[in-house]
């Protein structure tokens, strides 16, 4: 995959978009990262930027990332979105699934991030 992709992850750890900067980074280092601690954040940070894969944490202050999902659909309808969480309850991946959003489980793994990237980039 040489061509170059413009991701965003959004998540209110530190520590939890690090570990996935890190492990994107490792594999595919000439990609734009763009990262965001909220949605509101995330928001500001995007504009007017092309962003091809977005990983949005579901629990966060303000809005959550089922809401930023279904703004940033809107906003880029091409780009792939998952949400990276810990709730894996039913009704989350229900959600998920009728807004098209793809899903990781918490604990981050590089299994898991790039599972998900291989398959959507």
Excluded at 9 to 14: E, Q
Excluded at 15 to 36: G, S
Excluded at 90 to 99: F, L, P, T, V
Aim: hydrophobic letters at 45%.
């Amino acid at each position: 995959m040489a061509d170059t992709k413009t991701v965003l992850v959004v998540d209110d750890s530190r520590m939890t978009r690090m570990m996935i900067r890190t492990i994107i980074e490792n594999h595919h280092p000439n990609w734009e990262l763009l990262e965001a601690d909220c949605g509101e954040q995330a928001l500001q940070v995007c504009q007017g930027k092309a962003i091809d894969i977005m990983t949005l944490d579901v629990n966060m202050p303000g809005m959550n990332g089922l809401e930023l999902g279904e703004e940033m659909r809107k906003r880029y309808p091409m780009a792939d979105i998952s949400l990276v969480t810990a709730n894996i309850q039913d009704s989350i991946r229900e959600q998920a699934e009728a807004s098209a959003f793809n899903f990781v489980a918490k604990p981050i793994t590089e299994d898991r991030i790039m599972g998900y990237i291989q398959a959507v980039a």
